[in-house]
T-cell receptor
């Protein structure tokens, strides 16, 4: 089944404790992205990657890191989480323009993060 | 700067009634247009998309949307709502370029009453 998976689905942590949220897709998509969803704000892009070893900042990158060492995985890293990073996080993937894509993004199930 | 506006934060509709959700965008050129649905506790599922051609597009679950260039709108409609349509709906736009950034509206929550 074609899908985007995220782990963990739920996470409660404390301020300053480094954490990683994993994202994996099995559709051979070159493009991957992370969003955060907050009430009344919709989804805002954190980082995106057009291909392996190519990443770039979205609208709200502060406090986050990403890496793209292989095509299928795109982990989101919070080196020192703070309470304002409490949110619902979504990973998404898409065929890139080079793959004939039209920016149609497929989303994972989400990770609900609480930072105390 | 590009922006997406969904004017209605919350809509309540009776089961079997029609539904229309509004979406307006501000963009330099006609973007790609999408509607996503998020059921409680779920991820986002693509309902439909507009790339080019016929301005009335059909999607899954009986939804359709109409692109109106003159109004910079992409409104979502369903003729007869089912209780399972209760969810949050997001309009999204993205550029017709290698920049794959999607801009989302704030969302409209739909409540369906029996």
């Amino acid at each position: 089944e074609a899908q985007v998976t995220q782990n963990p689905r739920y996470l409660i942590t404390v301020t300053g404790k480094k954490l990683t949220v994993t994202c994996s897709q099995n559709m051979n998509h070159e493009y991957m992205s992370w969003y955060r969803q907050d009430p009344g704000l919709g989804l805002r892009q954190i980082y995106y990657s057009m291909n392996v070893e190519v990443t770039d900042k979205g609208d709200v990158p502060e406090g986050y890191k990403v890496s793209r060492k292989e095509k299928r995985n795109f982990p989101l890293i919070l080196e020192s989480p703070s309470p304002n990073q409490t949110s619902l996080y979504f990973c998404a993937s898409s065929l890139s323009p080079g793959q004939g894509g039209y920016n149609e993004q497929f989303f994972g199930p989400g990770t609900r993060l609480t930072v105390l | 700067a590009q922006s997406v506006t969904q004017p209605d934060i919350h809509i309540t509709v009776s089961e079997g009634a029609s539904l229309e959700l509004r979406c307006n965008y501000s963009y330099g050129a006609t973007p790609y247009l999408f509607w996503y649905v998020q059921s409680p506790g779920q991820g986002l599922q693509l309902l439909l998309k507009y790339f080019s051609g016929d301005t009335l597009v059909q999607g899954i679950k009986g939804f359709e949307a109409e692109f109106k260039r003159s109004q910079s709108s992409f409104n979502l409609r369903k003729p007869s709502v089912h209780w399972s349509d209760a969810a949050e709906y997001f309009c999204a736009v993205g550029p017709r370029s290698n920049d794959y950034k999607l801009s989302f509206g704030a969302g409209t929550t739909v409540t369906v009453r029996a």
